[in-house]
């Protein structure tokens, strides 16, 4: 720290920040446009402009962009001495931009218009022409608009040199500078709606936002957390009129920082579906048709059929609605809802997690790991926000080539200058080339289980107590070397692995790797990916009790309750099939229509998450709480309230008390007796308009507010944002800042964790001193047909957001992946299909990286259904072929070129 | 399968072995290949006359530089043509030394003569006529280029002159 | 007898530039001897000793931006000469390239030998042709005499010196800007800190100097120290080339002992103004320097002493306005030049020369407005100095600012009544 003085005023500040950073850490109102606390600073709008004086002595100063400027001890600043040529800037800034603010996207949170009055100019003096240009088709996420740019350059930096992205960039130069893509077309990054944030105006707009447009202060909000997958960003929802909106990231300093991946922020629109389940339905037999039934009654008749009935759990409901059903039919008769070799690998997850010495890394633990080992788990594709983290990760050796020459931290282009492409190590083992090759170090496509042994192998090398491996080839020997050697030299290493591959061992062989890196005073970061926003979360309420879907199936039960899970796609279809056809009574909670759903006797409408209130489980442990965005209509309910009459503080609590880790579920929120000043937290801004008029078609009389589940919300502009607590941390706001930038106003400092903490709580830790070893067995791969690997998609495998007609443009159906050599083999042409075993015909595509006799199958899309398929399988030629209607081959971005062109290798 | 990553129906065009010869002889003077990219860029104009995008693609595989990041160079610059031009380009200085010495009037009379504008290409593509920041001739001014030769102390009498002269070499 | 004109006693009008043979023969390459006789910072102590400022334009003493360099490492290092010349008005290093490519050459390798360089690379305009052609035969020359390569005269020292064209932008003149776009990036500067010195090339140490500059090296190290102290008038050093375009009897550009007047370039060099037309004003180092009047013309063409009166020496060729041509439209076609050049990275040099253009415009069409001469004025301050990321705007305010200064009259004139000089 240093003591500096601003316009006569002391402060200590943190001279490893920029001076533009501790201005705003100190709620001084410095404008700004091309920092970004994520992306650092370059210097290019010169909007932050301060004087710097020399000495006590100097009564001119200078003129210094605050953003590339290192608070120095004794320094002395002044921002009103730079005043002028702020307005200035901003001026010249807006000559250009069309002041179309009525039509906007970005009216209402938009920093650039709060810059604007924030620096002075009101009077516009330019009378030239303005500067146009045309706009580009980016997909079915984003809009272009090039005339509102005011080139600060935070676009490009984000997608290319943040994210990653190679399909963007600034093109021509002075004032006619552009940024887009060299030819039209949908964005191949999975983080391109980050932009729709980035961007200070509205350049860069939500699409599906823009075509159910509302102004920022007429949504209601509240935090939320995405149902995406298992990281759990939060999020922030808005809501208008009975519709879900737009989804934009909600800060949170340990699991999403500033960005979401496109599923999470484009993802939800399933929320608006018309496969929506509107009204409870029930029929009297499979045969009769479904007639609607009244709430009252449809919890009724829920009551009743649970006497005797097994209740099958999901991983993308709350705790608190699998805890309600655990209730309600009892323990003994209460499954989790997915395969009993998931349910094992979660297990093994929480036990890695409590019996392990490593450290289970967050999101940030992710960005400061300086060497990664990723374990046959393609992260983007499913869990898309760890991907975009190391990606963070591998600029650390920059960073320190930097900090050994005395660069600050933020001196963004200084450090990818001197950095060039030296990166800190990642080392891949998957079957398939990943999105995340181009900045690995090396690649080695072998499949989960030998992936596993190499893993093992790494583990021995490194701790030889450590299980040994044999029969490892020369190759992979070296690549054991090379990567033991390099993980024990880092600082920080990281080991992440997941559960997509199905391969138990894999998780093992992480834990044992992350377990030899220990070394009684430091230890490894260990991330583990689990496939939904609650599959960790359902195995918690499964410790003790090892049933499984395939248990539930096979219980003999006539009467079954299934919440929130589509049977069909968590075991293979003729399965489930017998088992339905075996049931007397089946009764379905689920928000959306599916092949489950369809065969009920009875189906209760259940609110989606932004329908409801409840908790998630996210893939470390992290419990989270989200709130209702709104109230559903009210043929519609949550979960928890068709299965209980209790509240969620009740369930929690009992949950707390029932279920060993649980016991934080008690205070993720500040609880039913939460006000400030005698009110509750408001959804809506205090801005929000038509409150006695929107609903005045219907009555004309303003209907009391409405009840809140957790007691701490209330749907109303009424009341206190609770800045006290992150888990009710909501949209933010400050007088002057209407956009997102607003958020450091609620930072420790600008760029840092919330002042109030970080929302969720970990419910698995470990304290352990002795290094236990895993000793899995790995059945050899079996030489008949050819061998099975899944290949995960973020658009389009996961069941929910499938749902969104956004996310289907940018998904396709099914179809299998297959070596060139192997296609030859098969006589196969690229308009052929192929005929899968036990299954339908699919299209294929050629990928050069996966290995010869190996095939890739897609999960979760439509037209296969993966548990269908066994480990090795047969392949033919498909007679009759005609390829489906949505078979969008360009839909598909792999990275198998920058694999074949070794642009994978930092030589 | 390469043609995945495309979203662009574009294919790239093949480069020649001289192209291929040129851009391989000035990769060895850079540690980098992001750093050939615009010589790459260069070649290719010198045998096609401008970059097209077929052109701007194929250097973008053959030096596995991103198609929109060579874009943004190639757009930077004032000597990359993205866009057709003629056989003969005239760069016609209009800075300083050569306005005060009566560009503006050459300018009209190139206009007059061949009926282009700035930026334009005559009909039969035999020449383009660009404004070039100062060539730099100034004590020779006003001056100009055609292609890579230089023409100083210019007059509009001079200019039919050169014009002939290029004309009758077609 | 020694040589008073370093810089161009090779050159003669008409005759094309001296082979390898021919250059060593005249007394070329002896520096590198007397170099490597010495350590690398003994060389570079000389340099620093000499006085030698850099030619570009800033006019920094060459051999102390040396001295800033770290001390090797074993990583590479380069030299680059910047030869992309393309301030308005200027035509000096077209000259010496076009004339004498060896004395660039010898000095190159001289200077990379005090550098440690590794590697050295001419970045050159595109459009000097001649110059390309000359210099790449020049530089074959000098790798078949062993001059350069590995081990060069059987030492220790190897450098390999290549030759890149640029495709045309002023900002490249800007040495962070020349290194991205060697790095074939866009050529937007990089911000200072940290210097190329440390952090240049690839990230690697390098040295950014101009044409003149370096082809003042052979000399320094040739004849020494004393010598090139004593080719300057009075208290200054060495010879620099000063010229002459605009409306003069004989334009052009000659070496001129460092601390010559205006006067002397003007009247003896350049032979006095056409018949006919009278000096208004001059811009004294290029296109980015401020006005000087027919008062200043005695001043010596020393950095200091024309920053005293009120401009920079830059680039020392003058630009002569004469009486019959507009200055505001003089003014337009600068400010027309830096707004193209521009390369939209920082706002008041993007967003505030297309604005200052669009005034100037409507000066000279005759719609321009009492206030618009309020905004100019105060464009000049907001494009100044320390203002912007690099030097492009607060040059071509240079110009403008001494225009409104010097000729306020006339932008009131043509407010009031539109541009007279419709024809000169």
Not at chain 1, 807 to 814: F, L, N, V
Not at chain 3, 32 to 47: F, I, N
Request: contains cysteine.
């Amino acid at each position: 720290m240093v003591s500096i003085t601003i316009d006569g005023k002391n402060f200590e500040v943190d001279e490893d920040n920029n001076l533009l950073q501790e201005c705003l850490s100190h709620a001084m109102d410095l404008p700004y446009f091309c920092w970004h606390p994520s992306m650092g600073s370059v210097g290019s709008c010169r909007q932050c402009a301060v004087i710097e004086y020399a000495d006590d002595n100097d009564e001119k100063g200078r003129l210094v962009m605050a953003c590339m400027t290192s608070p120095r001890e004794g320094g002395r600043y002044s921002l009103k001495g730079a005043r002028k040529f702020r307005a200035q800037a901003i001026e010249s800034i807006m000559i250009n931009h069309p002041h179309d603010c009525p039509v906007c996207e970005e009216g209402g949170e938009c920093h650039l218009q709060d810059m604007t009055v924030m620096s002075g100019h009101a009077y516009r003096r330019y009378d030239g022409k303005k500067k146009t240009h045309n706009n580009q088709y980016l997909g079915p996420f984003i809009n272009h608009e090039m005339n509102r740019c005011i080139t600060c350059y935070r676009c490009v930096r984000y997608y290319k040199d943040y994210a990653g992205g190679t399909d963007f960039s600034v093109q021509a130069s002075h004032d006619n500078t552009y940024f887009g893509r060299w030819q039209e077309g949908a964005y191949e990054s999975e983080f391109s709606g980050n932009l729709v944030e980035v961007c200070p105006t509205g350049v860069f707009t939500d699409k599906p936002f823009a075509k159910n447009y509302v102004r920022k202060w007429d949504l209601q909000t509240s935090p939320s957390v995405c149902t995406g997958c298992g990281v759990g960003c939060n999020t922030n929802p808005g809501e208008r009129y009975g519709t879900l909106r737009r989804i934009v990231n909600r800060f949170n300093d340990e699991v999403n920082g500033y960005f979401l991946c496109d599923k999470g922020r484009f993802g939800a629109g399933y929320v608006n579906s018309e496969q929506r389940i509107p009204v409870s339905m029930t029929r009297d037999s499979h045969e009769a048709d479904p007639v609607q039934i009244e709430p009252d009654a449809a919890k009724q008749a829920l009551k009743d059929a649970a006497k005797g009935a097994i209740g099958i759990a999901s991983p993308r409901a709350s705790m608190e609605a699998n805890f309600a059903l655990r209730e309600l039919v009892g323990e003994d008769s209460f499954y989790a809802g997915i395969s009993a070799k998931e349910l094992g690998m979660l297990n093994s997850i929480i036990d890695i997690y409590q019996n392990r010495p490593v450290n289970i890394a967050n999101i940030k633990d992710i960005e400061n790991s300086d060497a990664v080992l990723i374990l046959g788990e393609d992260i983007t594709n499913t869990a898309a926000r760890m991907a975009l983290a190391v990606r963070q990760s591998v600029k650390n050796l920059g960073r320190q080539m930097g900090a050994d020459l005395n660069f600050p931290n933020w001196h963004d282009a200084a450090i990818r200058t001197l950095a060039m492409d030296r990166k800190s190590p990642l080392y891949i083992l998957s079957p398939h080339a990943t999105r995340l090759d181009d900045v690995a170090k090396s690649v080695h496509i072998s499949s989960a289980a030998q992936s596993a042994r190499i893993g093992l192998a790494i583990a021995h090398a490194i701790d030889n107590s450590a299980p040994a491996v044999k029969g490892l080839s020369k190759e992979e020997q070296s690549l054991v070397d090379e990567i033991a050697g390099t993980l024990k030299g880092a600082k920080q290493a990281l080991i992440i692995s997941g559960t997509s591959s199905m391969e138990p061992a894999l998780l093992e062989a992480a834990a044992n790797v992350a377990t030899a890196l220990n070394d009684g005073d430091s230890k490894a970061n260990l991330a583990l990916a689990v496939p939904e926003s609650n599959s960790l979360g359902l195995a918690l309420m499964m410790q003790g009790n090892e049933k499984a879907l395939e248990q539930a199936m096979s219980s003999g039960s006539k009467k079954a309750i299934v919440l929130e899970n589509d049977l069909y796609r968590r075991a293979a279809s003729a399965d489930v099939d017998t088992f339905i056809d075996g049931l007397e009574q089946l009764a379905v909670l689920d928000s959306l229509k599916n092949r489950t759903g369809e065969q009920a006797n009875l189906v209760l409408a259940a609110a989606t998450f932004a329908e409801s209130s409840g908790t998630f489980v996210n893939y470390e442990g992290r419990a989270q709480h989200y709130y209702s965005t709104f109230k559903a209509v009210d043929s519609i309910r949550s979960s928890v309230s068709w299965l209980s009459d209790k509240s969620l503080n009740e369930l929690n609590a009992e949950c707390a008390a029932a279920l060993p880790h649980c016991a934080e579920l008690t205070h993720l929120t500040p609880g039913e007796g939460y006000n400030f000043a005698g009110l509750k937290a408001p959804r809506q801004p205090h801005r929000y308009s038509g409150r006695t008029a929107m609903r005045a078609n219907i009555n004309v009389h303003e209907p009391k507010q409405e009840q809140d589940e957790n007691g701490v919300m209330v749907y109303s502009m009424e009341g206190v944002p609770a800045i006290k607590d992150a888990s009710v941390f909501n949209s933010p706001w400050a007088p002057g800042w209407n956009s997102n930038q607003s958020v450091f106003k609620f930072q420790e400092f600008a760029g840092g964790p919330l002042k109030q903490g970080n929302q969720g709580k970990r419910l698995l830790e470990n304290n352990v001193k002795d290094k236990p070893w895993y000793e899995p067995e790995i059945a050899g791969d079996s030489d008949n047909g050819f061998k099975v690997f899944p290949i995960y998609h973020l658009f389009g495998s996961e069941e929910l957001s499938a749902f969104t007609p956004a996310i289907q443009e940018k998904a396709t159906s099914a179809y299998i992946a297959l070596n060139p050599a192997d296609a030859e083999k098969l006589g196969l042409h690229s308009t052929d299909g192929v005929q899968v075993e036990h299954n339908g015909a699919v299209p294929f595509i050629l990928r050069n990286s996966i290995a010869a006799g190996t095939v890739g199958v897609a999960v979760g899309l439509s037209g296969l259904n993966f548990r269908n398929i066994p480990g090795s399988i047969a392949l033919d030629k498909a007679e009759d072929w005609q390829s489906p209607d949505n078979w969008k081959a360009a839909n598909i971005i792999v990275s198998d070129r920058s694999a074949e062109s070794g642009k994978g290798s930092a030589s | 399968m390469t043609d995945l990553i495309a979203s662009t129906a574009l294919k790239a065009r093949q480069l020649t072995e001289e192209e291929i010869h040129d851009i391989e002889h000035e990769k060895t003077h850079y540690p980098y290949a992001q750093a050939v990219g615009l010589e790459a860029l260069k070649i290719v104009q010198k045998y096609q006359g401008w970059v097209s995008d077929e052109s701007l693609l194929a250097v973008s595989e053959y030096l596995d530089i991103p198609p929109d990041e060579l874009e943004g160079v190639a757009t930077f610059f004032n000597m990359i043509f993205r866009q057709p031009v003629g056989k003969n380009v005239i760069l016609l200085c209009d800075s300083v030394a050569c306005w005060m010495l009566g560009c503006d009037d050459l300018q009209a009379h190139i206009t007059k003569t061949l009926g282009i504008n700035y930026g334009e290409t005559t009909d039969d593509d035999m020449f383009t006529l660009i404004p070039v920041p100062c060539l730099g001739d100034c004590d020779r001014a006003p001056s100009m280029m055609v292609g890579r030769e230089l023409y100083r102390n210019l007059t509009t009498e001079k200019i039919d002159q050169i014009i002939a002269e290029y004309k009758s070499k077609a | 007898m020694s040589v008073t004109n370093p810089l161009t006693k090779n050159i003669e009008d008409g005759r094309d530039p001296l082979s390898f043979k021919e250059y060593q023969a005249a007394g070329g390459y002896q520096s590198l001897d007397k170099a490597m006789k010495m350590s690398p910072r003994d060389v570079m102590g000389q340099v620093k000793d000499a006085g030698l400022g850099g030619r570009g334009g800033a006019g920094f003493n060459t051999g102390l931006k040396w001295s800033f360099s770290p001390e090797p490492d074993g990583g590479p290092r380069y030299l680059v000469v910047n030869a992309d010349e393309m301030e308005p008005g200027t035509f000096k290093d077209r000259l010496l390239m076009e004339k004498d490519p060896h004395l660039l050459i010898e000095g190159m390798i001289t200077s990379s030998y005090a550098l440690s360089a590794t590697t050295a690379y001419i970045f050159l305009r595109g459009e000097y042709t001649l110059a390309e052609e000359r210099l790449l035969k020049a530089i074959d020359e000098a790798y078949t005499a062993g001059m350069l390569g590995q081990n060069i005269q059987g030492t220790d020292f190897s450098l390999d010196l290549y030759l890149h064209t640029s495709a045309g932008r002023y900002i490249c003149g800007e040495e962070t800007a020349l290194i991205n776009a060697l790095e074939g990036k866009r050529a937007n500067p990089r911000f200072k800190p940290p210097f190329p010195q440390v952090s240049g090339l690839w990230g690697r140490p390098t040295l950014v100097n101009n044409v003149e500059t370096i082809c003042n090296i052979p000399g320094i190290l040739t004849h020494g120290v004393e010598w090139f102290k004593n080719l300057g008038l009075g208290d200054e050093c060495g010879t620099r080339i000063s010229g002459v375009s605009g409306r003069v009897k004989n334009p052009g550009c000659w070496e001129m002992p460092v601390g010559t007047t205006f006067r002397t370039l003007l009247e003896d060099y350049a032979g006095g103004m056409q018949d006919g037309y009278e000096l208004k004003a001059f811009l004294p180092g290029g296109g980015s320097t401020d006005f000087l009047l027919p008062e200043h013309l005695d001043l010596p063409m020393i950095p200091g002493d024309v920053a005293k009166a009120g401009s920079r020496l830059g680039t020392s060729l003058i630009m002569v306005l004469d009486d019959k041509t507009c200055p505001v439209g003089c003014v337009r076609n600068l400010i027309k030049f830096f707004a193209h050049e521009s390369c939209g990275w920082c706002t008041p040099c993007r967003d505030g020369l297309p604005w200052v253009e669009h005034i100037l415009n409507k000066m000279e069409e005759g719609t321009g407005e009492m206030k618009d001469i309020e905004i100019l004025q105060e464009m000049c301050g907001y494009m100044g100095p320390g203002n912007t990321f690099c030097a492009l705007a607060p040059g071509a305010a240079e110009p403008l600012q001494s225009s409104l200064k010097y000729f306020m009259d006339e932008y009131e004139e043509h407010v009031k009544h539109g541009c007279k000089y419709k024809s000169h």
